[in-house]
């Protein structure tokens, strides 16, 4: 039988979660080391810099994030196409885009964003326009890895990745 232990009586929140006596899981929350990475928001493009083939993304947290063209899908899918074509083939300023942050922000600089959105689990990575299967090295046995990707090739669809 699982038990969760919350402790929240000083600022640093402490999660444990126990099968019987055994931890299974301990998550601390420090509110200074607070991390964005892996956040998804609805940013609007607020300047696009096609020398720099960069746009500066308003997600709403104080600092505009930094989204470089090859963090941007509709790049990814057309890159054997033509590698030389501009940020503004892709995004133009005012356009809403859904991104994930890659890095926090430090310093004067905001956070650097991607718009290849990742969702990760325990032991699985969901990538809505991954396109892709990928399995872990650490697996060697063939024929276990043969049995994950098919089984992935039956979960996703044509444009999703694992």
């Known amino acids: 039988m699982y038990k969760l232990i919350i402790n929240h009586l000083t600022r640093e929140k402490r999660f444990a979660l126990l099968d019987g006596d055994a931890p299974i899981k ?4 420090q509110p200074k080391h607070h991390s964005s990475v892996g956040d998804i928001y609805l940013g609007r493009v607020e300047k696009v810099l096609p020398g720099m083939n960069a746009a500066f ?7 505009n994030g930094y989204l470089h063209r090859d963090k941007l899908v509709a790049f990814v899918q057309r890159k054997e196409e033509n590698l030389s074509q501009q940020i503004t083939s892709f995004v133009h300023q005012g356009e809403k885009l859904l991104v994930q942050v890659e890095k926090d ?15 990760t689990g325990d032991h699985l990575i969901y990538m809505p326009e991954g396109k892709y299967i990928a399995i872990s090295k650490k697996i060697a046995d063939s024929r276990i890895r043969k049995k994950i990707r098919l089984f992935g090739l039956q979960l996703k669809e044509e444009q999703e990745g694992l």
């Open 26 to 29: 301990l998550f601390i929350d």
């Open 105 to 119: 922000a430090a310093g004067t600089k905001g956070p650097r964003l991607t718009n290849i959105i990742e969702l």
């Open 57 to 63: 993304v308003d997600i709403g947290e104080g600092k």
